[in-house]
């Protein structure tokens, strides 16, 4: 912002008493006005900075952090179910592995809101575990079997079934069941108006460019139905998601991106439920109860390579670099990849 200048006034005034043969007159200056000038030595006002939203580091869109929970919504994807909608004002997102190969995004959402985010599919168990870090946050699904529904009651989530839920369900036209349930996020908050309590952070941020190992292509071969690719473009300082040589676009064509990708390894193992009607068995995953497992972290180009380590359902995930230092992301979206540890991410 420009200093603001003072107005340099100058009064000058003659005094000529001189004798007239017939009439004494004194002679006055009236002032004379300047125009403004700056002076390098003046001080300047910087704007106030806004305050940071707790799940991106990034400063709030709006000016203020808004006093409301964290948001997280069960997004499909199977190959079905996309181009899925919202998912660019998530402020983090998680892509877990389900049956039958293909994976699930739980899409995080605190400072910003979307009009429209979906196809809502139901909850699975693995939510408990990744949830569990954002305090009491609303989870938003279309049912789930009876064991998990169960667990997520027992948990400190905050279930919100939107078959109980229906009156904030927008049904999309061209879109069949079960790829036609979506819904905006200020309904979603609207069903908890009293709860205004923000997300503690869940990752440290910090502008300092890392050291690490150039890497701007990411491949996560998931299954032939998510055979994810993120590349780094220099210019946003993002990575943008595709399937092979595809863009992964949403219903606006916006290309699914993130300035950080955390690919964290995970011990899969499956059952002991049935997850649907032609034997797929439920995924389990320990993220919290004493669990670790290596982590590669991508962020400006770089790789850094570490561990993740996590105690306790309440704690938040500690991701650690080879050298014991805390691994800082970059502010912005986070896409958090919950990838199997038999499958071989490559980067180059």
Request: proline share 10%.
């Amino acid at each position: 912002m420009p200093a603001m200048s003072k107005r340099a006034t100058r009064a000058r005034r003659v005094l000529a008493p001189l004798a007239l043969a017939a009439v004494g007159l004194a002679a006055c200056s009236t002032p004379t006005t300047h125009k403004p000038r700056h002076s390098a030595t003046e001080p300047t006002t910087a704007a106030p900075a806004a305050p940071a939203c707790p799940l991106t580091g990034q400063p709030s869109p709006s000016g203020s952090v808004p006093q409301r929970p964290a948001l997280a919504v069960k997004v499909d994807n199977y190959s079905a179910a996309r181009p899925q909608s919202g998912l660019d004002k998530a402020d983090i997102v998680f892509e877990e592995p389900v049956e039958g190969g293909i994976t699930r995004y739980v899409a995080i959402f605190q400072c910003q809101d979307t009009s429209l985010v979906g196809p809502i599919r139901s909850a699975r168990n693995i939510d408990i575990g990744i949830l569990g870090q954002f305090g009491s946050p609303l989870l938003v699904n279309v049912g789930g079997i009876d064991p998990v529904i169960s667990n997520i009651e027992a948990s400190p989530i905050v279930e919100n079934d939107l078959r109980v839920d229906s009156s904030v369900i927008q049904n999309i036209p061209g879109r069949v069941a079960p790829y036609d349930t979506y819904s905006a996020t200020t309904a979603l908050w609207g069903l908890h108006p009293h709860d205004t309590t923000p997300p503690n952070p869940v990752f440290a941020y910090s502008t300092v460019a890392p050291s690490g190992t150039p890497a701007t292509s990411i491949s996560i071969p998931f299954s032939p139905d998510s055979d994810v690719t993120w590349n780094y473009d220099a210019t946003s300082g993002q990575y943008l998601r595709s399937y092979g040589p595809a863009p992964d676009l949403l219903s606006d064509g916006v290309q699914n991106s993130a300035a950080n990708v955390v690919v964290q390894f995970v011990q899969v193992t499956y059952g002991p439920w049935l997850e649907n009607d032609v034997g797929g068995l439920e995924v389990q995953a320990n993220l919290y109860q004493d669990a670790s497992g290596p982590a590669e972290i991508f962020r400006n180009g770089v790789e850094i390579t570490g561990t993740w380590q996590r105690n306790a359902l309440a704690q938040a995930t500690q991701f650690t670099s080879s050298t014991g230092t805390p691994i800082a992301l970059q502010p912005g979206r986070t896409w958090v990849e919950l990838v199997p540890s038999t499958i071989a991410v490559g980067s180059s």
